[in-house]
């Protein structure tokens, strides 16, 4: 794992080209201030090309003096490099397809012209004295050996940076190791990984790539971005400190907060069982599970809810168990002692929660232990405190 991992989140730019999502100037301010204030280092922020208003919004983001460097993105024009110039930003971000599809089909260009282009553009972009990315488009698909040539070129004409983009989501954990390890073999400029979810391994392949070399990981709050967007910035975060034990100097307890603030902001609400800042994530219901977390907290779950701000919670449903019951009626401030009352009512609560597909409120868990109580016991011996 390289010392000096770095986020850069594009949440304001590849977050934003969602379909349907459009942030306004003060929820793009909103978000990029929380960003900061959690210790997020980059940010990419907007498309100058996209014309002077979104300029005005880069600048407005500039002008709030954040404790991050900022990037701009455009493709390897001169005219977009001209926009970007009229940017407060730290960095330019400037993408050209490299694969013979994108060029062949997209395009209609050959290999030799984005060479050119990368030589003509990335020396003039250099000149002006801040720092350049250039970014390879479809580098997943491109052929290794002209991906490394192109990458060579960029260094070579004074690029600070590389960005390899699974633009299509087309890899697994394994070749994006083996691609990015290649890549570090050709150059020794820092190496960004952009990784899309298209088949579910955007933070696998992102956390791959840091593995084999790239210094710098591209996400988005949610995993928000085109399609199925791009590599979450809470599970890359969460994951290079469990899995690959280093740290992204991301405060871990803003997490959560973060991850609301984009959903309100984009219209797009986090899924229940949505990993890290999902609902569902710390709570429990199985009588196995709850009985094995009373005992240990280890037993079933990976690191400590605390980490994020959060606490763990158990409902009552289908698969609860006796200790689950107790444990909500304790909450409640009745005792169960009687194991046949328990029984009664987990009976009571696992035909609830098949019914009304919802966990019994605490008014319901009432009603069901005087419904109880009025039942015969054969174990009356038992006492209710």
Known sequence: MPQNLIINDTTLRDGEQTAGVAFTVDEKCAIASTLAAAG??????????????????INTIAALDLPAALMVWGRLTEGDLARAMRCQADIVHLSIPVSDIHLQHKLRQSREWVLTQVTQVIEKAVATGRKISLGLEDASRADAGFLALVARRAQACGASRIR??????????????????????????????????????????????????????NTTVNGLGERAGNAALEEVVMGVRHLHHADTGVDT??????????????GRQV??????VGEAVFTHESGIHIDGLLKNAAT???FDPSELGRQRRTVLGKHSGSQ??????????????DDALTARLLTRIRDHAMRVKQEATADELRSFLLASLEMPSPLSSGRLA
Do not use: W
Request: net charge negative; glycine share 8%.
């Open 164 to 217: 390899f983009a699974d633009t299509l989501g087309v890899l697994d954990p394994f070749t994006t190791y083996e691609a990015v390890a290649r890549l570090r073999e050709a150059v020794d400029i820092e190496i960004e990984i952009h990784a899309h979810n298209d088949l579910g391994l955007a933070t696998a392949n992102t956390l791959a790539a840091l593995r084999g070399g790239a210094t710098h990981a």
């Open 324 to 337: 689950a019951v107790r444990q909500a009626y304790g909450l409640l401030g009745v005792a169960l002692d």
């Open 40 to 57: 997020v280092p980059e940010m990419e922020i907007g498309i100058p090309a996209m014309g002077d208003e979104e300029i005005d919004c």
């Open 253 to 266: 307890q803003a997490l959560v907060a973060i991850s609301c603030l984009v959903a309100r902001a984009s």
């Open 300 to 302: 079933y779950e990976s």
């Open 271 to 276: 899924a229940f069982n949505k990993s890290i």
